[in-house]
Each structure stands twice: as C-alpha cells, then as structure tokens.
C-alpha cells in the first residue's frame, strides 16, 4: 500500500495545553472523542498522522504510542528543540524557524516541566 493512498486522519494538538493535560477527566474525554469521533469514521485503509505536545503520559497519543509500540505498522517519532550537544534541530534556510539562542532562552525562560514536555517532546 502506497502511504495516503486511500487517506489520511490528520490530528493536531489533540490536547490544547499543561493547564488541560492536568485533568485526568479532560484527557479522557479527549481519548474517547478521537476514538468515537475521529478513528471510527476513518477510511479503512487510511493512515493516521498525528501530530501535538505530550503535555502527559497518559495523553491520547501516549496512550496511542503504548497500545502499538510493538506494531510495525505504527511509527512515532520524537524531535526534540535541541539535540543531544545542545544545537538547534529547526535550523532552516531563508531565516525560517528558530535559532539555538531563542531555544536556549526558552528553556531558561519556562520551568522544567513545560520545557521538556513543549520542546524536547518529553512529558
């Protein structure tokens, strides 16, 4: 099968925010709505790419990463603000996305918990 070829179910940012991820009773109204709402009226055959922050572990896309870690047909990818050096990982050309400094700034700028989980995709 050819990637998107019968579809594809976008979902972005399926939890808004820290502020949301710290209700237990939110992130599981979220989980049923992407499953009563969203993955049952997918195409069969359609992919499903989703994209957000994990604000909590226990998010739908966490749940979704721990349902089918060892399925193949399942990848989940996680890029981080700033690799393992402490550069930038958005560095594009034209003067688009952000440099190292602003980064860096962030990182001192916010507490802990809201970096890793915003930037370096670490709930």
């Known amino acids: 099968?050819?990637?998107?070829?019968?579809?594809?179910?976008?979902?972005?940012?399926?939890?808004?925010?820290?502020?949301e991820s710290l209700n237990p009773v939110h992130l599981q109204k979220k989980y049923d709505a992407y499953l009563n709402q969203l993955k049952d009226r997918k195409k069969l055959g359609a992919v499903e790419l989703m994209v957000g922050t994990?604000?909590?572990?226990?998010?739908?896309?966490?749940?979704?990463?721990?349902?089918?870690?060892?399925?193949?047909?399942?990848?989940?990818?996680?890029i981080p603000a700033l690799n393992e050096a402490g550069?930038?990982?958005?560095?594009?050309?034209y003067d688009l996305g952000f440099d190292t400094e602003y980064y860096q700034d962030m990182k001192e700028s916010i507490d802990d918990a809201t970096w890793m989980a915003k930037y370096m995709g670490n709930p």
């Open 1 to 19: 099968m050819l990637w998107g070829t019968d579809g594809v179910l976008y979902c972005d940012d399926l939890i808004e925010d820290l502020e």
């Open 54 to 78: 994990r604000w909590n572990v226990a998010d739908p896309l966490g749940r979704i990463e721990e349902q089918y870690r060892d399925n193949p047909r399942y990848r989940f990818t996680v």
């Open 87 to 93: 550069e930038n990982n958005f560095d594009y050309k």
